[in-house]
Each structure stands twice: as C-alpha cells, then as structure tokens.
C-alpha cells in the first residue's frame, strides 16, 4: 500500500497562498508519475470535492471551476510529491485538503482507493 503524507496546511489570511505538498512513500522502483494524484477538500458539513488532478505520465492538469486561475497543480518526480499552489484565498477555501492517487483523475472520491490523512487549511482574518 503506498502512503500519502499532505503538508502546507495552515492559517491564512483572505488574499494569502499556501502551497501544499502531497508526498508518497513508494516501494523501489515505482514513481509517482505512473499515477493520477487528486486533490480533494472537505469542509465541516459538505462532501468532499475534488479540486484538482494531475494525470499519470503525461501530467495533464484538471480543475473544478471554482479555483480555476486560483491554484495550480503540479508535480515533482525526484520527491514522489504533488503540489497545490493556492492563491487569492478566500474564507471559502477553508476545508481539509486531502491528496488521493489512483490510475485515473475522477471528481469523484469513490474513484480513488489511496488516502492522505489530510490537512486544515484555514482563511480567516
């Protein structure tokens, strides 16, 4: 089972960036390119959304419309690490931002068997 570790998470104020960080633990031989890795959020009473995938290999980038232009995806390979840049942020983006992997990028969690343990972020004033 590969483990994904989220960081970046934190207190922000409107108008502020973060930069989250989606690390895997990999067995030898195996790259973090050969996966699609979504970012998901989940704030306090919602379901949880997809926001943004990067495909495997060829690094496609997707968004949901509502942080188009706003963050952006993107991919390390020398660290099995996905980023998400997050600017202009709003009170809305508050949530707990989570970083799947599976084969494919989906807006649906179902389709991704591979969890992050997540991570707050928050923007407030």
């Known amino acids: 089972q590969v483990q994904l570790a989220e960081s970046g998470g934190g207190l922000v104020q409107p108008g502020g960036s973060l930069r989250l960080s989606c690390t895997a633990l990999?067995?030898?031989?195996?790259?973090?390119?050969?996966?699609?890795v979504g970012w998901f959020r989940q704030a306090p009473g919602k379901e949880r959304e997809g926001v943004s995938c990067?495909?495997?290999?060829?690094?496609?980038?997707y968004y949901v419309d509502s942080v188009k232009d706003q963050f952006t995806v993107s991919r390390d390979s020398t660290k099995n690490t996905v980023y998400l840049q997050m600017n202009s942020l709003k009170p809305e983006d508050t949530a707990v931002y989570y970083c799947?992997?599976?084969?494919?990028?989906?807006?649906?969690?179902?389709?991704?068997?591979?969890w992050g343990q997540g991570t707050q972020v928050t923007v407030s004033s």
């Open positions: 799947a992997k599976d084969a494919w990028c989906s807006w649906s969690a179902g389709d991704f068997g591979n």
């Open positions: 990999l067995p030898p031989g195996l790259s973090l390119d050969y996966y699609a």
């Open positions: 990067i495909s495997a290999y060829d690094g496609d980038q």
